[in-house]
T-cell receptor
Framework: AQSVTQLGSHVSVSEGALVLLRCNYSSSVPPYLFWYVQYPNQGLQLLLKYTTGATLVKGINGFEAEFKKSETSFHLTKPSAHMSDAAEYFCAVSDRAGNTGKLIFGQGTTLQVKP | NAGVTQTPKFQVLKTGQSMTLQCAQDMNHNSMYWYRQDPGMGLRLIYYSASEGTTDKGEVPNGYNVSRLNKREFSLRLESAAPSQTSVYFC??????????????FGPGTRLTVL
């Protein structure tokens, strides 16, 4: 069975500082991995996804994530935090049994950006 | 192009009451999903419909029923609401072209409180 663990339910950074949100996965097959962002009182929006090929994936709003098979990780980074980045972030893995497209989500990490 | 829409946005029920959450998508997607979001637990799949005419249980289906009314619409019904069903409910859709990498697109959510 596949699973996702996000380390740290809350992360606080200063504006301009590096953002690092951690995600580890468990999968018996090569995973397809996703990061979604949820702004207050809104639905989820895709930030980026890893399928195959290049392990460094670039997404919207300056975010990127690197797939590391040896570490079973898919951490999300942004070099310089902006106030508008304050949101909840979810890492997810696609359930590859059949073609259901089901996503298995981590618990979420709330990013606080301090001025 | 509205994407995924959900009604209502907010709802308060008393224990034992029933209600239906509506979801519609205008992207000609084949698959649709219902998730619930609870603090510290991420999103958990309630039911999904891989294609028109089919529905399947997800991780937490107890107390819910669904109907895939047509390709556009996927409703979630609570027959006898319980306080444990207090949550934020998200509907999502996916093209399902045959690739596990298809993105899921989320609606804005329905915030349900059961007293």
């Amino acid at each position: 069975a596949q699973s996702v663990t996000q380390l740290g339910s809350h992360v606080s950074v200063s504006e301009g500082a590096l953002v690092l949100l951690r995600c580890n996965y468990s999968s018996s097959v090569p995973p397809y991995l996703f990061w979604y962002v949820q702004y207050p009182n809104q639905g989820l929006q895709l930030l980026l996804k890893y399928t195959t090929g290049a392990t460094l994936v670039k997404g919207i709003n300056g975010f990127e994530a690197e797939f590391k098979k040896s570490e079973t990780s898919f951490h999300l980074t942004k070099p310089s935090a902006h106030m508008s980045d304050a949101a909840e972030y979810f890492c997810a893995v696609s359930d590859r049994a059949g073609n259901t497209g089901k996503l298995i989500f981590g618990q979420g990490t709330t990013l606080q950006v301090k001025p | 192009n509205a994407g995924v829409t959900q009604t209502p946005k907010f709802q308060v029920l008393k224990t034992g009451q029933s209600m239906t959450l509506q979801c519609a998508q205008d992207m000609n997607h084949n698959s649709m999903y219902w998730y619930r979001q609870d603090p510290g637990m991420g999103l958990r799949l309630i039911y999904y419909s891989a294609s028109e005419g089919t529905t399947d249980k997800g991780e937490v289906p107890n107390g819910y029923n669904v109907s895939r009314l047509n390709k556009r619409e996927f409703s979630l019904r609570l027959e006898s609401a319980a306080p444990s069903q207090t949550s934020v409910y998200f509907c999502a859709s996916r093209l399902s072209s045959g690739a596990h990498t298809d993105t899921q697109y989320f609606g804005p959510g329905t915030r349900l409180t059961v007293l």
